[in-house]
Nanobody, 115 residues
Framework: QVQLVESGGGLVQFGGSLTLSCAAS????????MAWYRQAPEKQRELVAE???????MYTDSVEGRFIISRDNAKTTVSLQMNELKPEDTAVYYC?????????WGQGTQVTVSS
């Protein structure tokens, strides 16, 4: 059973920084594309950032230049460094792993940015 466990969420002031981490349990971690999604209250879950198995990254426009996604295949972790945080970044952030038809989610971690 694959497990994704997020950590690092919390309360931060406008303009501050947080780093989220996701620890993955699958042995073939380096074959998975990893991503961070977020869901704000009464909004749909949206893709924030993704990193492919080859290390290629992509970001949604609203976080481009502020967030950095990275992975450590040796430690089977993926991180999201979030800088210049804004109140609109407030959401539950979910770690996601994808390989072919295999799709896994973490339980989520709350990020709250105060104005």
């Amino acid at each position: 059973q694959v497990q994704l466990v997020e950590s690092g969420g919390g309360l931060v002031q406008f303009g501050g920084s947080l780093t989220l981490s996701c620890a993955a349990s699958m042995k073939e971690f380096n074959a998975y594309a990893m991503a961070w999604y977020r869901q704000a209250p009464e909004k749909q879950r949206e893709l924030v950032a993704e990193i492919s198995s080859a290390g290629t990254t992509m970001y949604t426009d609203s976080v481009e230049g502020r967030f950095i996604i990275s992975r450590d295949n040796a430690k089977t972790t993926v991180s999201l460094q979030m800088n210049e945080l804004k109140p609109e970044d407030t959401a539950v952030y979910y770690c996601n792993a994808r390989f072919g038809t295999r799709y896994y989610w973490g339980q989520g971690t709350q990020v709250t940015v105060s104005s």
